[in-house]
T-cell receptor, first 110, second 115 residues
Framework: QKEVEQNSGPLSVPEGAIASLNCTYS??????FFWYRQYSGKSPELIMS????GDKEDGRFTAQLNKASQYVSLLIRDSQPSDSATYLC??????????FGGGTRLMVKP | DTEVTQTPKHLVMGMTNKKSLKCEQH?????MYWYKQKAKKPPELMFV???????INESVPSRFSPECPNSSLLNLHLHALQPEDSALYLC??????????????FGPGTRLTVT
């Protein structure tokens, strides 16, 4: 079983809709979870970090963490074409290394 | 300021060349990282420096040689690379603490092509 599982997509949503990106992880020790956005040909950009169960909101982004279900998600409200990118979830594993999921490609259509 | 800088942006080198990638951060972070990223794959960890000491080497071939001259600088020396080493090389930095669960910030990367 992979440490981090993400649907590779592409996830296609219309402009203005809510995009929902999901990630499951296998390491119950994990305490810190991160979402990165990566545009094609660019480096990953940190957009959200979440450390405790529940929701964390920042502008149009909401991260949700459920440690019991080993599940973390990212909601993007009012999706814009500029949100089209690959979204990587990541967490620190038991070896204290940041481990990435394979990424979900999001396409927001005007 | 969450800026990590990397030079050069692009590098083309032959298999017999020696070159170096450079990374710099001025955020006061004491952990710095090198990652390798192939197309349509997530970043793969290569090396971790914590307080200027190499703490993790993910079984990287010896043709890649990291160096951390001080707390702000990180180099990756390249020698006798193979075409399959062509990738985006990313530098990142973070704070260090108990549990080490701090956010990592990435530089723009160096696009390396080995011919």
């Amino acid at each position: 079983q992979k440490e981090v599982e993400q649907n590779s997509g592409p996830l296609s949503v219309p402009e203005g809709a809510i995009a929902s990106l999901n990630c499951t992880y296998s390491d119950r020790v994990s305490q810190s979870f991160f979402w990165y956005r990566q545009y094609s040909g660019k480096s990953p950009e940190l957009i959200m970090s979440i450390y405790s169960n529940g929701d964390k909101e920042d502008g149009r982004f909401t991260a949700q963490l459920n440690k019991a279900s080993q599940y973390v998600s990212l909601l993007i409200r009012d999706s814009q074409p500029s949100d089209s990118a690959t979204y990587l979830c990541a967490f620190y594993n038991a070896g204290n290394m940041l481990t990435f999921g394979g990424g979900t490609r999001l396409m927001v259509k005007p | 300021d969450t800026e990590v800088t990397q030079t050069p942006k692009h590098l083309v080198m032959g298999m017999t060349n020696k070159k170096s990638l450079k990374c710099e951060q001025h955020m006061g972070h004491r952990a710095m990282y090198w990652y390798k990223q192939k197309a349509k794959k997530p970043p793969e960890l290569m090396f971790v420096y914590s307080y200027e000491k190499l703490s993790i080497n993910e079984s990287v071939p010896s043709r890649f040689s990291p160096e951390c001259p001080n707390s702000s600088l990180l180099n990756l020396h390249l020698h006798a690379l193979q075409p399959e080493d062509s990738a985006l090389y990313l530098c990142a930095s973070s704070q260090v603490g108990r549990g080490s669960s701090y956010e990592q910030y990435f530089g723009p990367g160096t696009r390396l092509t080995v011919t």
